[in-house]
């Protein structure tokens, strides 16, 4: 594994307990530029992940709420009229941190879901005909509920799409829990840890994985083949995007460079397809029960690996 990623997932995995695959997904997501959807329920973890990661990297953090009357502008920002300047003032809102949480994204209603994922497309927000960039490292970790409905507006699959990575933390193994009910939480403790790595480090760790991992002609041929048979099989109505095949490749090359490597291998696009794949595919109805999951390794099981 590469020995700066290493350093992180160990110093993290001290304040995380039995989590290590969710803190490996979540960081694959960050440095492949990409924005994180978990869904589980409550009191798994969800919030002491993302803020374990803001500040083991030494970045901002910021935490949405969402609620039924949760409006763009509270994500966003407004302009406030300055009467000694005689001029509108812009006020930030959350989302101007570098890791933004934004918790039960489901509960807010889809007008303010559209303007958050507009930002995580876009990288900027528009205020009063004004357009404001984002900061240069900007990842949304967002969470989902998914037994609690009632009063929830579910997101549409196109924009499931804008997620690089859905993954649920799920319950922690019983020696692990058995761990944190010794200690107790160290929320409090996070809020005060040091970063393991600068701002500057993690941004050139982004720009290393983005130019500097190879993906051969083989490789993209394979992805290609991947998006055909999604496209081509009778349970799927609507396949894999070029955006999703584009994040296919981005987290590949993000998982070769966790893996201490300049080159990306099948294996690193198998490892990660069950996390990346099934929330961009629409099922035909009959099929909507299916595991997803398991029907996205046996597809890629008839698919034949690039020599």
């Not at 350093?7 to 490996?24: N, Q, T, V, W």
């Not at 960039?133 to 509920?145: D, E, G, K, M, S």
């Not at 996070?190 to 993690?202: A, G, N, R």
């Amino acid at each position: 594994m590469n020995v700066t990623i290493e350093r992180i997932i160990k110093s993290l995995s001290f304040y995380i307990h039995g989590k290590e695959k969710a803190l490996r997904l979540a960081l694959l997501t960050f440095f492949s530029k990409g924005h994180l959807l978990i869904e589980d329920l409550p009191g798994l973890g969800k919030t002491t992940l993302a803020i374990a990661i803001a500040k083991c990297l030494g970045l901002s953090f910021g935490r949405i709420q969402c609620t039924s009357d949760l409006l763009p502008t509270d994500i966003t920002g407004v302009s406030v009229y300055e009467k000694n300047l005689g001029s509108f003032t812009f006020h930030p809102g959350p989302i101007f941190n570098n890791i933004v949480l934004c918790d039960e994204i489901n509960r807010a209603p889809p007008k303010t879901q559209s303007a958050l994922l507009e930002a995580m497309e876009e990288r900027q927000v528009t205020v009063d005909g004004k357009t404001h960039r984002l900061p240069r490292l900007f990842c949304v970790i967002a969470t989902q509920n998914p037994i609690e409905q009632f009063g929830t507006f579910p997101l549409p699959d196109s924009q499931l799409d804008r997620f690089t990575v859905r993954l649920s933390i799920g319950y922690p193994d019983e020696r692990s829990e058995k761990e944190i009910l010794r200690v107790g939480g160290k929320r409090e403790e996070l809020l005060s840890i040091e970063p393991t790595i600068s701002e500057d480090e993690v941004y050139a760790i982004q720009e290393e994985i983005e130019k500097g991992i190879y993906v051969s002609e083989k490789i993209l041929e394979y992805v290609l083949r991947i998006v055909k048979a999604t496209r081509n099989h009778e349970f799927i109505k609507v396949g894999l995007s070029t955006r999703g095949a584009l994040t296919i490749v981005q987290t590949a090359k993000a998982n070769a460079f966790f893996h201490g490597r300049d080159f990306v291998i099948p294996e690193d696009i198998c490892e990660l397809a069950e996390y990346v794949i099934p929330h961009r595919l629409i099922f035909k109805e009959r099929y909507e029960g299916i595991n997803r999951k398991e029907f996205i390794k046996s597809l890629l099981a008839e698919i034949p690996l690039p020599l």
